[in-house]
């Protein structure tokens, strides 16, 4: 079996291709499983290859058609889509943000399409498809109404895998992911970027930054778990996710004044201390949007799940990052 990760060079991306390699084999199409013979992974920075014979690094812009059709043939089984311009870089710049998450996610399913196999592609959307008027819960059948470049061009997206599907062309899921907490390495332009930076900083000893207020309501899954359901959706049976391929993983809805008292549970006041309180307009306005729970009944009911306890990811956040609490 042959897999593409596209964004392969990413925090997602790395973890995915290692959790791939670590596993060996995907279930096929069929339901019959399969071992991952070639796992190619695309980004604009050379990604790890692990030292694995089974790996293939490829450096391209995604939003470029020779990239794509080098890389996508009949042989290419799943693709995990992870490839994007994060949310307050797809705000700050408008092309950008289209060419990738747009231009780009069209031209991958129109060479899908093109080869004619029909392989499984696996679209990581956001809970920024979402926005304005909302209720305490988000149902499925929630209206769409971005408040956000980013949101509105993941939006069209999930519809455009949606019609592919529906003609034939791709086997396509789409996961809609929660903010993701705790991320390792540096702060990005993401406007959540500071619900991983207000827990990572603080634990390694640096000072964060808060830009929004305490009562702000996330709906967060961790990084493991958002491994476990990127895998256990692209092996969904088809006939299951049935006309619908949109499905909202399951997550934790906290404040930001209950992610800052888990930390300190798990390491103490010292380490909350080093958190100040800076708020900025932008940021709130944007995750200000975002829904803070939605209805994950079917999700659960295909056999997703997602974190008990923000103290819990911050627990697993230390152990799988070897972090020494400072």
């Known amino acids: 079996m042959k897999v593409l ?16 390699l670590a596993r060996g084999a995907l279930n096929s199409a069929d339901g019959k499983r399969q071992p991952i013979t070639e796992l190619v992974l695309l980004d604009v920075e050379r990604p790890a290859d692990f030292g694995d014979s089974r790996v293939r690094t490829e450096v391209g812009d995604i939003a470029e058609r020779s990239v794509l059709e080098r890389l996508i043939d009949d042989k290419t089984d799943a693709i995990f889509h992870l490839a994007a311009i994060v949310s307050g870089q797809a705000e700050a710049d408008f092309d950008l943000g289209m060419r990738i998450n ?10 899908c399409r093109q080869r004619g196999h029909r392989p499984r592609v696996v679209f990581t959307s956001s809970v920024a498809v979402y926005g304005g008027d909302l209720p305490d819960v988000v149902q499925n059948d929630t209206a769409l109404n971005p ?52 827990i990572r900083e603080p634990l390694n000893g640096e000072e964060a930054i808060c830009p929004v207020t305490g009562s702000t309501r996330l709906w967060l899954l961790s990084p493991r778990k958002a491994i476990e359901c990127l895998i256990a959706g692209c092996e969904l049976d088809a006939a299951a996710l049935g006309n619908q391929r949109v499905v909202n993983l399951p997550g934790i809805s906290v404040s930001v004044d209950e992610m800052i008292a888990a930390l300190r549970e798990v390491a103490g006041e010292r380490v909350v201390e080093r958190i100040e309180w800076k708020p900025d307009p932008r940021v709130e306005t944007i995750v200000g949007s975002w829904p803070a729970r ?31 609490v400072v």
């Open 102 to 111: 747009l231009d780009a996610s069209r031209l991958l399913l129109e060479t």
């Open 147 to 198: 408040q956000s470049s980013y949101g509105t061009q993941k939006a069209i997206a999930e519809l455009l895998l949606n019609d592919y599907t529906r003609r034939g062309f791709v086997g396509g899921r789409v996961l809609r992911l929660p903010t993701i907490s705790v991320r390792p390495g540096k702060p990005n332009a993401a406007a959540s970027s500071f619900a991983s930076g207000i």
């Open 5 to 20: 990760i596209t964004g392969g060079a990413g925090f997602l991306g790395q973890r995915l291709a290692r959790a791939l």
């Open 294 to 324: 939605w209805d994950t009944s079917r999700a659960e009911h295909l056999g997703l799940s997602g974190d008990h306890t923000f103290a819990a990811v911050i627990c697993n956040y230390i152990e799988d990052e070897n972090v020494h």
